[in-house]
């Protein structure tokens, strides 16, 4: 009882994903071809949204469950590795028609298709994370 606050709003990001049609490919192929600014629009607004947010972190002003701040860590810079990621997770995209997020929305709406496209996202996770280590910065 005491997370349910975090399933709640897990529904709720469930509904907006799904009324703003972010988890259909055919948005996703219109941004890919430069037709539409809709998803576009809904990425730039969960950038700006995850900007105020990570300030509101480094400042203290929102605080873990405990009450302790919250210091995210530093990143290295690697190129290659966020290059090579990033063109994994791009081809991943184009070719599913999914982003990670929508992926267990579409759960709810579609299961045999949604699972064939979580065990992918899964393995290309797992691979990634494997080879990162390896890969020049």
């Known amino acids: 009882m005491k997370n349910i606050k975090f399933l709640i709003l897990g529904i709720f990001f469930a509904i907006v994903l799904s009324k703003t049609q ?7 192929y219109e941004m890919f071809t430069f037709q539409s600014f809709h998803m576009f629009g809904i ?8 900007a105020i947010f990570m300030q509101l972190f480094k400042t203290g002003k929102i ?3 405990n009450g302790h701040k919250i210091t995210p860590k530093p990143k290295k810079k690697g190129y290659i590795s966020t290059l090579f990621g990033g063109a994994l997770f791009g081809l991943g995209w184009g070719i599913s028609g999914a982003c990670a997020a ?3 929305v579409i759960l709810g709406f579609k299961l ?4 064939i496209l ?8 797992f691979l ?9 910065n």
């Open 22 to 28: 972010a988890i259909s490919w055919y948005r996703f």
């Open 43 to 50: 990425i730039g607004g969960a950038v700006l949204v995850s």
């Open 112 to 115: 045999v298709p949604a699972l």
């Open 102 to 104: 929508p992926i267990f």
């Open 63 to 65: 605080k873990d469950i």
């Open 128 to 136: 990634y994370g494997a080879i990162s280590k390896k890969l020049p």
């Open 118 to 125: 979580l065990l992918g996202a899964l393995i290309g996770t």
